[in-house]
């Protein structure tokens, strides 16, 4: 069983950074995939950028490549999105996720474990 809470989300103005946190709980977190999602209001949920157990390996989505950064400290067991650059259209709920396969996944559907959400709002 893994448990994931989010943190750091909140109401930023645009052009500034933000950094997200997900702590995970559970015997062997350290070998999962841990993965970043977000949804915004009336869309689908959306894949953001994902980072293998060692993290040898990470993917990010293109709309956020060289903006977003997924890091993992397997010592703390937490995996970070930073945020650079935000804009209004990252206004949405950030899920962070963990999929017990080797693989990273871009799709929803092939992620095990969910945490609750962290509204992010990018608004002057």
């Known amino acids: 069983q893994v448990q994931l809470v989010e943190s750091g989300g909140g109401l930023v103005q645009p052009g500034n950074s933000l950094t997200l946190s997900c702590a995970a709980t559970?015997?062997?977190?350290?070998?999962?995939?841990l993965g970043w999602f977000r949804q915004a209001p009336g869309k689908e949920r959306e894949f953001i950028a994902a980072?293998?157990?060692?993290?040898?390996?990470?993917f990010g989505a293109n709309n956020v490549k060289g903006r977003f950064t997924i890091i993992r400290d397997n010592g703390k067991n937490v995996v970070y999105l930073q945020m650079n650059s935000l804009g209004p259209e990252d206004t949405a709920v950030y899920y962070c996720?963990?999929?017990?396969?080797?693989?990273?996944?871009?799709?929803?559907?092939?992620?095990?474990?969910w945490g609750q959400g962290t509204q992010v709002t990018v608004s002057s």
């Open positions: 980072i293998s157990g060692n993290g040898d390996r990470r």
């Open positions: 559970g015997s062997t977190v350290y070998s999962y995939v």
């Open positions: 996720a963990a999929d017990l396969s080797w693989l990273i996944q871009t799709t929803s559907a092939e992620y095990d474990y």
